[in-house]
């Protein structure tokens, strides 16, 4: 690869980190399950996907509280129950967000970690080019 490619994808993976660390903050403290389900009544994108491809990088720090995964994936959409940016069923979208490795953190703290193959509900917002969890561990049920 040209370091024109390699710096391509670091200012991209930054760029990812950036976007998790100013929508994740709020996920971090454990969540309820009532407050789930108010966090999912709320989620502008609501729609159905089955995961393409998805990736895990270890980072040293993404926000402020130490998330030090940084998850992404390419996702298909296979339902819409309600969208605000627009998005239709067989498009094809990148899911970005953060999630901590220690063990000890309170459950209903982050979103799962997607398998590809595997169709999930999810309850997202847009942020720029990439979406975004808002429900913590209530985000992607199978």
Same mark, same amino acid.
């Given at each position: 690869m040209t370091t024109k490619t390699n710096t391509y994808k670091l200012v991209s993976l930054l760029s990812v980190a950036m976007i998790i660390a100013t929508f994740t903050s709020a996920l971090q403290a454990a969540t309820a399950p009532s407050t789930g389900k108010i966090m999912q009544e709320n989620a502008p994108e609501k729609i159905g996907f089955l #995961? %393409? &491809? +998805?990736?895990? #990088?270890l980072v040293e720090k993404v926000d402020l509280v130490n998330d030090n995964i940084l998850v992404t994936a390419k996702v298909r959409v296979t339902s819409v129950s309600n969208t605000k940016s627009g998005l239709k069923v067989g498009q094809v979208i990148e899911i970005s967000y953060g999630r901590?490795? &220690? &063990? /000890? *953190? !309170? !459950? /209903? +703290?982050?979103? *799962? %970690?997607v398998e590809v193959g595997i169709k999930y509900k999810s309850y997202m917002k847009a942020a720029g080019k990439h979406y975004v969890p808002v429900a913590a561990s209530y985000s992607f049920i199978k």
């Open positions: #995961v %393409l &491809e +998805s990736q895990t #990088v901590h490795t &220690e &063990e /000890g *953190r !309170p !459950p /209903g +703290s982050w979103p *799962r %970690l």
